[in-house]
């Protein structure tokens, strides 16, 4: 991938990381856990913009939060909330259609 | 040791959100800190050098910060840019001009010298150029921050189309403007607008005529000729700005080289007023007055002109 469309990707990048949140934390997580877990599905995000966003949208509603004072180290534990779901169905359905109308554009170059 | 760099990498962080979420954000931020450090030194890192780049990744604290709290990380953003750019240079377009005129006004009334008149009036120009940048900025700085709202834009926004500044209307008031002002030149010596027992008193110096009155007419006559131009030919050119550039000069130097040297107004209306009023300085405030109006519509004549020249040209 040349640095000559970085802008582009990270354009289109935009807002997957809102839906890799909200599937991935149907099990509760960490902040740092998540980065790595976000990481690990070709998700790379930066730590600065992953942690003001767990806050956003735990405001928002679509996250829950909770303390985990079991270990040594307590953590503070998101999960996606009721409404966080019905928000990743919505824009997972929406990927898909934005999926199949980017195929249909490609199919008619051939 | 080790734990002050992280601590005060967190304190920066902290100290600019609202108190309610301090707390939960410094518990929070430290652990998701020390579990990064630990990933590092896990991956062979010294445990210093683990830290120092832990945070480095994080960055800039206020950058953070402005994360936390979702506060704008600009000034104006683009909702508010183009109304903020508009009025300002609109406001700059009129405002210092005029403190500058006013300024200069009163200093010349005062009787000040030509250095202090030049010196204050630039100054006071200057200041309030500064002062309008400084408030008109900080009141969209406080909207951008507040979410108050601007009307949507729509087409009656839209800027007049240059063309109009050349129609009928203008050739109309122009022509009817000159007629007016020869005629009360040639009034003021035939029949006078003074008239004391009976007597004509004309506010012109009667020895201006005939030569200097000629030159007077021909101008107006020379301003009634590119009216008529600027309406045949529709829009305004460089030519045609350069035409109104001389015109203007020409008129405004003879105007106030009379009046400078004292020959524009008739010496016996000058004895009349004074006697009339009682107040000597009278006149020398008038000439000041009349001089400054002279110079004030003849730069603002030739601006005029080549804005609309600027504007017409083809881009």
């Known amino acids: ?110 | 040791m080790t734990a002050t760099l992280t601590q005060r990498y967190i304190a920066a962080t902290v100290h600019s959100l609202p108190p309610s979420s301090q707390d939960d954000v410094r518990a929070e931020l430290s652990a998701s800190i020390a579990d990064a450090v630990e990933a590092r030194i896990e991956n062979g890192e010294p445990p210093e050098a683990a830290e120092r780049s832990a945070l480095n990744e994080l960055g800039d604290p206020a950058l953070l910060a402005a994360g936390f709290a979702d506060r704008p990380l600009h000034l104006i953003g683009p909702r508010y840019y183009p109304t903020w750019w508009r009025l300002l240079k609109l406001l700059l377009a009129i405002v210092p001009a005029c403190v500058l005129g006013a300024v200069a006004l009163g200093q010349a009334l005062a009787g000040e010298g030509p250095g202090q008149i030049i010196g204050q009036s630039i100054a006071a120009a200057l200041s309030t150029a500064l002062h309008l940048c400084f408030w008109v900025t900080l009141v969209f700085v406080i909207l951008e921050r507040t979410g108050a709202g601007l009307p949507d834009w729509t087409v009656d926004n839209l800027p007049e189309a240059p063309e109009s500044a050349s129609g009928r209307v203008n050739l109309i008031a122009s022509l009817a403007f000159l007629g007016l002002a020869a005629g009360a030149l040639t009034w003021d010596r035939s029949a006078g607008f003074v008239r004391i027992a009976g007597e004509t008193v004309p506010v012109l110096n009667p020895s201006l005529w005939p030569w200097w009155m000629t030159g007077l007419l021909a101008l107006l006559a020379a301003e009634a000729a590119f009216a008529v131009v600027l309406f045949a030919r529709r829009r305004w050119s460089a030519a045609l700005a350069v035409a109104n550039t001389a015109i203007a000069v020409l008129f405004a130097s003879l105007a106030l080289t009379l009046l400078g040297r004292g020959q524009l107004v008739n010496p016996e209306f000058v004895v009349l007023i004074v006697e009339r009023t009682g107040s000597s300085d009278l006149p020398r405030i008038l000439g000041v007055l009349v001089a400054f109006s002279v110079a004030a519509i003849g730069v603002w004549d030739v601006v005029d002109g080549w804005l609309k020249a600027r504007r017409a040209a083809p881009s």
Request: with cysteine; aromatic share 8%.
């Open chain 1, 1 to 110: 991938m040349g640095e000559e469309f970085d802008n582009h990707l990270q354009e289109l990048r935009r807002g997957t990381v809102v839906l890799a949140c909200l599937q991935l934390l149907r099990v509760p997580g960490y902040g740092y856990g998540l980065l790595e877990a976000l990481d690990g599905r070709g998700f790379s995000t930066d730590a600065n913009t992953l942690y003001p966003l767990l806050r956003r949208l735990e405001k928002q509603g679509l996250l829950t939060s909770e303390w985990n004072t079991d270990e040594a180290r307590p953590r503070k534990f998101y999960r996606t909330s009721p409404a966080g779901s019905r928000l990743a169905h919505v824009l997972t359905a929406d990927w898909r259609q934005l999926t199949a109308a980017i195929d249909s554009l490609s199919d008619q170059e051939h």
